[in-house]
Each structure stands twice: as structure tokens, then as C-alpha cells.
């Protein structure tokens, strides 16, 4: 059966992913941190794509756009035609600028969402829409002020401040298209948010109710509040039981490529020339990619087409150290990092002994980790035995980072 044909949608989200988390301190842009196994954007896209039919707009750093394609379509199943990445500018609202300028011509209405709000429920983005649709030009979910406020000059307390007139700012903040496109025309100087830029437009801000899970992840603390609200609640158990620290993960992969392809071979991350090279995407290296299904699956974060398929363009040709390389960053954004891999490739040719060594050093180095790798062949059977093919099983340790 052909997917269904999704109706234009009138609404567009731009989910703003381009931050660099500085004060997130996680070695990698904020939006692709880990919080439970999936990054941020993940967890933000969830709450996009269950609310109101949007198109969707994720701006993401220049470097990483390939990796947010690759998520938002994913979490976006038959919705992934109304998805566009497009790279973020230096600051936040150059970012939202090139978000607007891929939104589709038939939209009316614009949310735009900061990634950071993770947990936000889609709910909010209801009630954001429902201001727009009954009249209002922007529209911005809001939290009353719990806290006492106190006015201070340097180390010394100057006064109370009245909470009862203040609210705390959340995201997706609501637009019609045109009220927005016209202040970021306008714009002469960078705004904290996009709000407060279209009412120094001369535009009228609405609020709506906001939401405590839409909490933005700025801080290391912020991030153990999201992985704590989204940690299944602990079972009761009769008597307790010892926890093990630091469980690690199991994870085995394979990768069959047929002899055939163009240039020289490579295998386990070496040329071998004289030899037929093998098909593929990429450079056909059943080794290196079965090592990369082993690792991704260990992690659960899906397999090698995940991450480096056919509309990877920039992955054409690559080579076992690009494809190691970024499945090791891939892990220790989620919080792992690799124990050990084995790997056991059948072929009949190329004889593996005299460079087996070699290859463990070329793989371990890309991975920063041990790989140990063993070479047999199958008697003839099969078309590894018959050389047509080469097939490779590989079994990865990984243990919190």
C-alpha cells in the first residue's frame, strides 16, 4: 500500500537545535546530549510531532545537520515529508531567521520551540495555536513566579520585588506568519526571545498556560531532573537487591557486501591491493560495519542505516576510521563508551594472518578501544566460500561512561 498523502499543513514548528550547550558542559552541542539512551531533539520531537500537523523545521549546527535529519525523520514515521533541517546562524536569532526562511508558503501560523524544552507536552502547542486561531498575533505559554525576588546590589539585598505581575517565559512561542516574518525584517538589535523581538515590533503578546515538564536543559542539574522524570518508576521488589554498578552492554552485529565494487579493497580498515574490491555505499567494509551495528546496538541507538545510509551523501566512499570515529561520539553522547570488540570475518580471499595485527591496531586506534579480529573461511560453501561475498560477525562490550 502507498503512504498516506498528509494535507498541507497551515502551522510550521521551528525547533531551534543549534546551540552549542557551553553551560550544558556534555562535550557535544546541546540538543544531541543523551538524557535516557536518545538526545534531546529526540525528546523535543516527540512532543512536536504529537501535537497539532505541522511542518517542521529543525535548525541544527552546520556540522550536525545530517544527524538531525536522520533523527527527525526517524521519530517522524509517515510525517517525515514535512520535515526540513536546515543549519543555525552564531546566535539564536539568526538561527530562528533561517528556520523562517524554509517555511513552506502556504503556512499561516509559526511556533517556534527550543529544543532545550525537551519535555515540553504537546498540549502546550494546542493551546499556543488555539491563541493564534481566535485572533491573537503572538502568543506565549507562561509559569507564575513561585520564588521570592529580591532586588540586589552586588553581594547586598536592595528590596523585595513584587512576584504577582511577573511570569517565567516558556517555549513553543506562537506567531502569525506574517506578524513574525515583518519583526524579524525589522529587527536592529538580538532579543532573548522572539516574543519580546515581535513586541518591540509594536505587536500584543497573549500568554497561555505553560506547562512545569517544559523546563529548559541549560545545566548539568537540569539534565538529571529530565533523566529522572523520564526513569521508569522503580518496581517494588520483596527484600532488596544489591545494585551493580556500572552494568555494562552486549551488542553483535553483521554485514555482508558482495565482491564487485570499483577500486582497490578494504577490509578492517586497510587497502589490499591486488585484490577485488567489495560493493557498497561506502567503501564495503563488512568489518568496520559490522563493528558498527555491533556498538549502536549495544547502545540502542538502531543500526548503521540509521545513522549512515544511502541519504548520507557525505559518508559515500568513506572509510572505516570516519565510520568508527562517529559511532564512538554517537555513544558518548549517550553515555557510553566502548569496553571491547571482537569480530570474526568469513572470506576466501584476502588471506587475513599477515595483517591481522595491523587491523586490530587501525580498528582499536579508531575506537579507542581493544578489537581483537579472526579470519576463517567456510570450506567452499556458500558464496563467501565461493568468493562472492564477504560476511563479518562482530560482538561489542560497552559500559558507562
Same mark, same amino acid.
Given at each position: 500500500?502507498?503512504?498516506?498523502?498528509?494535507?498541507?499543513?497551515?502551522? &510550521?514548528?521551528?525547533? %531551534?537545535?543549534?546551540?552549542?550547550?557551553?553551560?550544558?558542559?556534555?562535550?557535544?552541542?546541546?540538543?544531541?546530549?543523551?538524557?535516557?539512551?536518545?538526545?534531546? =531533539?529526540?525528546?523535543?520531537?516527540?512532543?512536536?510531532?504529537?501535537?497539532?500537523?505541522?511542518? $517542521?523545521?529543525?535548525?541544527?549546527?552546520?556540522?550536525?545537520?545530517?544527524?538531525?535529519?536522520?533523527?527527525?525523520?526517524?521519530?517522524?514515521?509517515?510525517?517525515?515529508?514535512?520535515?526540513?533541517? $536546515?543549519?543555525?546562524?552564531?546566535?539564536?536569532?539568526?538561527?530562528?531567521?533561517?528556520?523562517?526562511?524554509?517555511?513552506?508558503?502556504?503556512?499561516?501560523?509559526?511556533?517556534?520551540?527550543?529544543?532545550?524544552?525537551?519535555?515540553? @507536552?504537546?498540549? %502546550?502547542?494546542?493551546? $499556543?495555536?488555539?491563541?493564534?486561531?481566535?485572533?491573537?498575533?503572538?502568543?506565549?505559554?507562561?509559569?507564575?513566579?513561585?520564588?521570592?525576588?529580591?532586588?540586589?546590589?552586588?553581594?547586598?539585598?536592595?528590596?523585595? %520585588?513584587?512576584?504577582?505581575?511577573?511570569?517565567?517565559?516558556?517555549?513553543?512561542?506562537?506567531?502569525?506568519?506574517? %506578524?513574525?516574518?515583518?519583526?524579524?525584517?525589522?529587527?536592529?538589535?538580538?532579543?532573548?526571545?522572539?516574543?519580546?523581538?515581535?513586541?518591540?515590533?509594536?505587536?500584543?503578546?497573549?500568554?497561555?498556560?505553560?506547562?512545569?515538564?517544559?523546563?529548559?536543559?541549560?545545566?548539568?542539574?537540569?539534565?538529571?531532573?529530565?533523566?529522572?522524570?523520564?526513569?521508569?518508576?522503580?518496581? @517494588?521488589?520483596?527484600?532488596?537487591?544489591?545494585?551493580?554498578?556500572?552494568?555494562?552492554?552486549?551488542?553483535?552485529?553483521?554485514?555482508?557486501?558482495?565482491?564487485?565494487?570499483?577500486?582497490?579493497?578494504?577490509?578492517?580498515?586497510?587497502?589490499?591491493?591486488?585484490?577485488?574490491?567489495?560493493?557498497?555505499?561506502?567503501?564495503?567494509?563488512?568489518?568496520?560495519?559490522?563493528?558498527?551495528?555491533?556498538? =549502536?546496538?549495544?547502545?540502542?541507538?538502531?543500526?548503521?542505516?540509521?545513522?549512515?545510509?544511502?541519504?548520507?551523501?557525505?559518508?559515500?566512499?568513506?572509510?572505516?576510521?570516519?565510520?568508527? &570515529?562517529?559511532?564512538?561520539?554517537?555513544?558518548?553522547?549517550?553515555?557510553?563508551?566502548?569496553?571491547?570488540?571482537?569480530?570474526?570475518?568469513?572470506?576466501?580471499?584476502?588471506?587475513?594472518? @599477515?595483517?591481522?595485527?595491523?587491523?586490530?591496531?587501525?580498528?582499536?586506534?579508531?575506537?579507542?578501544?581493544?578489537?581483537?579480529?579472526?579470519?576463517?573461511?567456510?570450506?567452499?560453501?556458500?558464496?563467501?566460500?565461493?568468493?562472492?561475498?564477504?560476511?563479518?560477525?562482530?560482538?561489542?562490550?560497552?559500559?558507562?561512561?
Amino acid at each position: 500500500m502507498s503512504a498516506p498523502i498528509l494535507p498541507v499543513p497551515r502551522v &510550521a514548528v521551528i525547533v %531551534v537545535a543549534a546551540g552549542s550547550g557551553t553551560r550544558l558542559a556534555a562535550g557535544a552541542p546541546k540538543a544531541f546530549v543523551g538524557i535516557d539512551g536518545r538526545s534531546v =531533539l529526540s525528546h523535543a520531537l516527540d512532543g512536536v510531532f504529537a501535537a497539532p500537523l505541522a511542518q $517542521v523545521v529543525v535548525v541544527a549546527p552546520h556540522d550536525r545537520v545530517g544527524d538531525a535529519l536522520t533523527e527527525t525523520r526517524q521519530i517522524a514515521g509517515a510525517r517525515h515529508d514535512l520535515v526540513t533541517v $536546515v543549519a543555525g546562524g552564531d546566535t539564536r536569532q539568526a538561527s530562528v531567521a533561517a528556520g523562517l526562511a524554509a517555511v513552506w508558503a502556504d503556512v499561516e501560523l509559526v511556533l517556534v520551540h527550543d529544543a532545550a524544552r525537551a519535555l515540553t @507536552p504537546p498540549e %502546550v502547542f494546542a493551546r $499556543v495555536i488555539a491563541a493564534l486561531d481566535v485572533g491573537a498575533d503572538a502568543a506565549l505559554p507562561v509559569l507564575p513566579v513561585i520564588d521570592t525576588l529580591k532586588r540586589v546590589d552586588g553581594d547586598r539585598v536592595v528590596e523585595a %520585588v513584587d512576584r504577582a505581575p511577573l511570569t517565567a517565559a516558556q517555549t513553543p512561542q506562537g506567531f502569525r506568519r506574517s %506578524v513574525l516574518q515583518a519583526a524579524y525584517a525589522g529587527a536592529a538589535a538580538d532579543f532573548t526571545d522572539d516574543a519580546a523581538l515581535v513586541q518591540a515590533a509594536g505587536h500584543e503578546v497573549v500568554t497561555v498556560g505553560g506547562d512545569e515538564r517544559a523546563f529548559k536543559i541549560t545545566t548539568p542539574g537540569d539534565l538529571d531532573r529530565a533523566r529522572r522524570l523520564l526513569a521508569p518508576a522503580a518496581t @517494588p521488589t520483596p527484600a532488596p537487591v544489591p545494585l551493580t554498578i556500572g552494568v555494562p552492554r552486549v551488542g553483535v552485529g553483521t554485514d555482508v557486501h558482495a565482491v564487485g565494487g570499483e577500486g582497490a579493497l578494504w577490509l578492517a580498515g586497510l587497502e589490499w591491493p591486488g585484490e577485488s574490491a567489495l560493493s557498497g555505499h561506502s567503501d564495503g567494509d563488512a568489518v568496520a560495519h559490522a563493528i558498527v551495528d555491533a556498538l =549502536l546496538s549495544a547502545a540502542g541507538l538502531g543500526d548503521i542505516g540509521t545513522h549512515f545510509g544511502v541519504d548520507r551523501p557525505e559518508y559515500a566512499g568513506a572509510h572505516a576510521e570516519a565510520f568508527l &570515529a562517529r559511532t564512538r561520539a554517537l555513544l558518548a553522547e549517550a553515555g557510553w563508551r566502548v569496553g571491547n570488540v571482537s569480530v570474526q570475518v568469513q572470506a576466501r580471499r584476502p588471506r587475513f594472518a @599477515p595483517r591481522r595485527a595491523e587491523a586490530e591496531r587501525v580498528l582499536s586506534a579508531a575506537l579507542g578501544a581493544p578489537v581483537s579480529v579472526a579470519a576463517t573461511t567456510t570450506d567452499g560453501l556458500g558464496f563467501t566460500g565461493s568468493g562472492e561475498g564477504v560476511q563479518a560477525f562482530a560482538v561489542a562490550v560497552i559500559v558507562p561512561a
